[in-house]
């Protein structure tokens, strides 16, 4: 392979990366027991 093979625009390469993800929590805090992330700054009591 040389470096007018890896640059040839008409050669491209599409991929996809696809997973799976069981009890995912988007919005928790792994260090804190996966609970909901709180920013203790601007908290409202």
């Known amino acids: 392979m040389n470096i007018n ?4 625009p008409n ?3 599409d ?3 696809v ?3 069981t009890d995912g929590n988007p919005n ?3 260090d804190a027991g ?4 709180q920013d203790k ?4 009591d």
């Open 5 to 8: 093979s890896i640059i040839d």
């Open 11 to 13: 050669k491209r390469y």
């Open 15 to 17: 991929f996809v990366l």
């Open 19 to 21: 997973f799976d993800v």
């Open 28 to 30: 928790g805090d792994p």
């Open 34 to 37: 996966n609970l909901p992330r």
């Open 41 to 44: 700054l601007f908290e409202l």
